[in-house]
Nanobody, 120 residues
Framework: QVQLVESGGGLVQAGMSLRLSCVAS????????MGWFRQAPGKEREFVAQ???????YYADSVKGRFTISRDNAKNTVYLQMNSLKPEDTAVYYC??????????????WGQGTQVTVSS
């Protein structure tokens, strides 16, 4: 089992950047596919980005070219660098871990979420 703790959310203006971090517990972090999902008010949770244990990268079309997911296995941490933020990126962002890689679909383990608000 793995526990996930996100940080790095906040309030920014459109066009600015934020970096989210997610620290995972346990000694098997490198064997998990990691991902970020988000949920805006009144909407369903949606896929943002994933990174496989071997470093394969996958993005939602809405964030491709603006967001970058990365991982540091030595620190048990996955990051989401968000550039050129738009008001429609406003959401609670959740870290996710999966023993398998199902592109665009979440695994069983979730963090508590971190709020990102982008003002116009």
């Amino acid at each position: 089992q793995v526990q996930l703790v996100e940080s790095g959310g906040g309030l920014v203006q459109a066009g600015m950047s934020l970096r989210l971090s997610c620290v995972a517990s346990g000694r098997t972090f490198s064997s998990y596919a990691m991902g970020w999902f988000r949920q805006a008010p009144g909407k369903e949770r949606e896929f943002v980005a994933q990174i496989s244990w071997s470093g394969g990268l996958y993005y939602a079309d809405s964030v491709k070219g603006r967001f970058t997911i990365s991982r540091d296995n030595a620190k048990n941490t996955v990051y989401l660098q968000m550039n050129s933020l738009k008001p429609e990126d406003t959401a609670v962002y959740y870290c996710n871990a999966d023993r398998r890689l199902r592109i665009g679909a979440p695994g069983d383990y979730w963090g508590q979420g971190t709020q990102v608000t982008v003002s116009s």
